[in-house]
C-alpha cells in the first residue's frame, strides 16, 4: 500500500492549508486513516483520524475547532483542512492507514502504512 501526502508549505500565522493523502490501489473509504505530526525534537503525535464505514472523527485537543478531517471516497483521498495555523503546528505531517484498523487509533505504532512526510511551517 502506497500513500502519497502533499499540501505542506509555509504559511503565516493565522493562515490555512489542506493537507492530501491519496491512495492509488487501496480502499482508504473501509479503513480508519489518521494525521500524525512530528516537530523537530518532539515524539510523533496524532493529529486527527477519520475512522472506516462510519467515519466518526478524532482531532487532538490541540487542533480542535481549527483542522476538519474528511474523506472523498470516489477520489481515494483523505483531507486535512488546517485553519488558523499557530507556529506551533509546524511540523512534518503524515497520513498513516492500516488493514486491521477500522476504529481510529492514537498509538502511531498500530499502523503499518505512511505516506512520506509533507512539511507545514508556520512563521512569519
Known amino acids: 500500500v502506497q500513500l502519497q501526502a502533499s499540501g505542506g508549505g509555509l504559511v503565516q500565522p493565522g493562515g490555512s492549508l489542506r493537507l492530501s493523502c491519496a491512495a492509488s490501489?487501496?480502499?482508504?473509504?473501509?479503513?480508519?486513516v489518521s494525521w500524525f505530526r512530528q516537530a523537530p525534537g518532539k515524539e510523533r503525535e496524532g493529529v486527527s483520524c477519520?475512522?472506516?464505514?462510519?467515519?466518526?472523527?478524532y482531532y487532538a485537543d490541540s487542533v480542535k475547532g481549527r483542522f476538519t478531517i474528511a474523506r472523498d471516497n470516489a477520489k481515494k483521498t483523505v483531507y486535512l483542512q488546517m485553519n488558523s495555523l499557530k507556529p506551533e503546528d509546524t511540523a512534518v505531517y503524515y497520513c498513516?492507514?492500516?488493514?486491521?484498523?477500522?476504529?481510529?487509533?492514537?498509538?502511531?505504532?498500530?499502523?503499518?502504512?505512511w505516506g512520506q512526510g509533507t512539511l507545514v511551517t508556520v512563521s512569519s
Open positions: 498513516a492507514t492500516d488493514s486491521l484498523l477500522l476504529e481510529c487509533r492514537t498509538d502511531p505504532n498500530e499502523y503499518d502504512y
Open positions: 490501489e487501496y480502499a482508504l473509504d473501509y479503513y480508519a
Open positions: 477519520i475512522s472506516g464505514s462510519a467515519g466518526s472523527t
